[in-house]
């Protein structure tokens, strides 16, 4: 079924048709709705091309993904993604991926920006001072940014969660069961979420007098084999810590495997707290001993990302102009008291 039929059906206009469809202010509910029922009946999809010189809109939101040799695959970037999807195709909204190298991220960006290809970007992985920022302000497309940039100027639009309280509280927890020697496993040190979540550790360990030594924090990729290669080194230590706070379950579980090898046994001679970004093939309840998390769902992220963007695009705001979730933090049987040696 293309347009005419579809007005032809209804007994409208194709520009009425068209209209609501494209959520101009000037058709009524009860005609949009009506619309909308039909489209959903008939099956109906709208022509892209034609869509798009109607309306002066792509359609499409627009994503840099840099790209190098030797670079390992996120499982949590694809959860997000995910999310982000779910709520495009409700909209009928296309992605556009533009690949960069890892050396011309910026280029890439303004490239996309003055294509005409997407109507809105959006960014991720923030780093501190991230460059992209001012580069994003510059630019006459909306962008929405995933994080945040420790230590720029917070006048952007952004959805983040609060990484720094979520460790912060985490860490609190280990304390009141009576840890004083702590490890963190952490994500590559540049990323924003890394940053903070290891301010969050260190803040509340300064409340009872304590450090985070240097040689018991580890920056790594979020896999497995890094993790379990973290708490081997930990594990070596002359000083042995009794609490781990790991940035991902995916870290965990190649911690755990260390801990296991070892002959030790979880929340009894290590606790151990993971963050859980909700991913549907690990879960933290599932573990051999269910694993304590702090708890944000990466795939909701990508829903509100999308929501936020598509919205704006449509002029169906208001919408916030930044976003900071707060985490669960989950108590399970990964934690326990200090061991007493």
């Known amino acids: 079924m293309n347009l005419k039929q579809l007005s032809e059906l209804l007994g409208l206009s194709q520009t009425t048709v068209s209209r609501a469809l494209n959520g101009y202010p000037e058709v009524n509910e009860a005609t949009r709705e009506r619309v909308l029922r039909a489209v959903k009946e008939t099956g109906y999809r709208p022509n892209k091309a034609a869509q798009r010189l109607a309306t002066g809109k792509a359609g499409s939101i627009g994503l840099v993904m840099p790209t190098a040799p030797g670079d390992y695959s996120d499982v949590h970037f694809g959860e997000f993604l995910t999310g982000l999807g779910e709520e495009a195709v409700r909209h009928d909204f296309h992605f556009v991926i533009m690949p960069a190298d890892a050396n011309d991220e910026m280029g890439a960006l303004r490239r996309l920006a003055i294509s005409g290809d997407v109507d809105a970007l959006f960014v991720a992985y923030m780093r501190g001072h991230d460059p992209?920022?001012?580069?994003?302000?510059?630019?006459?497309?909306?962008?929405?940014?995933?994080?945040?940039?420790?230590?720029?100027?917070?006048?952007?639009?952004?959805l983040d969660i609060d990484n720094e309280g979520a460790f912060y509280d985490?860490?609190?927890?280990?304390?009141q069961l009576g840890h004083t020697r702590f490890a963190l496993m952490n994500g590559?040190?540049?990323?924003?979420?890394?940053?903070r979540r290891k301010r969050g550790v260190i803040a509340a360990l300064a409340e009872r007098g304590l450090e985070l030594p240097e040689d018991c924090i580890s920056h790594?990729?979020?896999?497995?084999?890094?993790?379990?290669?973290?708490?081997?080194?930990?594990?070596?230590?002359?000083?042995q810590p009794t609490a781990v706070l790991c940035s991902s379950t995916v870290?965990?579980?190649?911690?755990?495997?260390?801990?296991?090898?070892?002959?030790?046994?979880?929340?009894?001679d290590i606790s151990l707290i993971a963050h859980d970004d909700v991913l549907p093939h690990l879960k933290p309840e599932n573990f051999s001993v269910p694993l304590t998390t702090t708890r944000s769902p990466l795939r909701a992220a990508g829903v509100r990302i999308a929501q936020r963007?598509?919205?704006?695009?449509?002029?169906e705001g208001p919408f916030p102009e930044q976003e900071l979730w707060k985490t669960e933090l989950i108590v399970r049987?990964?934690?326990?008291?200090?061991?007493s040696r």
């Not at 001012?134 to 639009?157: I, N």
């Not at 590559?188 to 940053?195: S, T, V, Y």
């Not at 049987?333 to 061991?339: D, R």
């Open 220 to 239: 790594t990729p979020m896999t497995d084999e890094p993790g379990q290669a973290a708490m081997e080194r930990f594990l070596q230590l002359p000083e």
């Open 188 to 195: 590559p040190e540049p990323l924003d979420f890394a940053i």
């Open 309 to 315: 963007l598509i919205g704006t695009i449509k002029q």
């Open 132 to 158: 992209r920022v001012p580069l994003l302000k510059s630019l006459s497309v909306p962008f929405l940014v995933h994080g945040r940039s420790f230590g720029s100027e917070p006048d952007y639009p952004y």
């Open 251 to 268: 870290l965990a579980l190649g911690a755990i495997r260390a801990v296991t090898q070892a002959g030790l046994k979880l929340g009894e």
């Open 333 to 339: 049987a990964s934690t326990g008291a200090a061991p």
């Open 170 to 175: 985490a860490t609190k927890l280990l304390l």
